[in-house]
């Protein structure tokens, strides 16, 4: 009998749905892991390569996401009066992906979005200011408000 050579992409998918399995056994127990999850929501992972090892695991839906979505024409002193609500699955997504994006980019000259992510006892605030870019479409920047 000739002996087999092992299955290289098998044992590659194994070890691949393992550590997905104790990744996400893991968040409910390891702040770093709690953290590192709420990064990804909003979109502040600190490196591709960190990003890249989160990518095959499912997002969660049972973090608390909060949004403050505020609007400024440059003349106004104020803010207009904000939207606020709950959203789930990556809060970026309203500028990012969303259906949402073409109506909520032209009202206004100036939009920010702050975003508030909750998970037992830890949480992560950023706020993304949106503006008309120069040469056309828009302009995205971050700023992380609290971890």
């Known amino acids: 009998m000739a002996k087999q050579r092992p299955d ?4 590659g998918l194994v070890a691949l749905v393992v550590a997905v399995t104790l990744w996400l056994l893991s968040l409910p127990l ?5 953290q590192a ?8 992972t600190r490196s591709f390569a960190v990003w890249a090892l989160q990518a095959p695991i499912p997002a969660m839906y049972s973090f608390h996401n909060r949004y403050r979505l505020e609007s400024q024409p440059w003349d106004a002193t104020f803010f207009d009066r904000p939207v606020t609500g709950s959203i789930n699955h990556f809060p970026v997504r309203i500028y990012t ?5 073409p109506l909520l980019l032209p009202q ?13 006892g830890q949480s992560l605030t950023t706020r993304w200011t949106v503006t008309e870019a120069e040469e056309g479409g828009y302009q995205l920047a971050d700023e992380e408000l609290s971890e």
Do not use: G, K, N
Not at 8 to 11: A, E, K, S, V
Not at 97 to 101: G, I, M, V
Not at 112 to 120: G, P, V
């Open 8 to 11: 290289w992409i098998f044992c």
């Open 30 to 34: 390891c702040p770093f892991v709690q």
């Open 37 to 44: 999850a709420l990064r990804r929501f909003h979109l502040q």
């Open 97 to 101: 992906f969303a259906e949402t994006r």
């Open 108 to 120: 206004t000259d100036r939009q920010m979005l702050t975003i508030e992510s909750r998970y037992r």
